[in-house]
Nanobody
Framework: QVQLVESGGGLVQAGGSLRLSCAAS????????MGWYRRALGKQRDLVAA???????NYADSVKGRFNISRDNANNTVYLQMNRLKPEDTAVYYC??????????????WGQGTQVTVSS
């Protein structure tokens, strides 16, 4: 099975930066879209940023211009560079990966989530 391991969350003051990492392991024939989602307390889980296998990216309007998503295809890793953080960015951030595994099977897996807290 494919598993995701997240790292990089923590506490930061408003205006600061954090870099989240998510590494996939397991039998991966092809990694397709990867992305980051977040869920604030009492809110729904929303897409933050996504990146295609070719490197194209999309961002939520609330983070556009501040966050940057990137990927390392050789290591099946996706990153989220978060700059100029705001208190409203406080949430649990989840990594997601979709692709093809063994025997042409499709996978759609999630990380456990990492807490990002931005103080005023």
């Amino acid at each position: 099975q494919v598993q995701l391991v997240e790292s990089g969350g923590g506490l930061v003051q408003a205006g600061g930066s954090l870099r989240l990492s998510c590494a996939a392991s397991g039998r991966i024939f092809r990694m397709n879209n990867m992305g980051w989602y977040r869920r604030a307390l009492g809110k729904q889980r929303d897409l933050v940023a996504a990146i295609t296998s070719g490197g194209g990216s999309n961002y939520a309007d609330s983070v556009k211009g501040r966050f940057n998503i990137s990927r390392d295809n050789a290591n099946n890793t996706v990153y989220l560079q978060m700059n100029r953080l705001k208190p409203e960015d406080t949430a649990v951030y989840y990594c997601n990966a979709k692709g093809i595994g063994s025997y042409r099977s499709l996978f759609d897996v999630w990380g456990q989530g990492t807490q990002v807290t931005v103080s005023s």
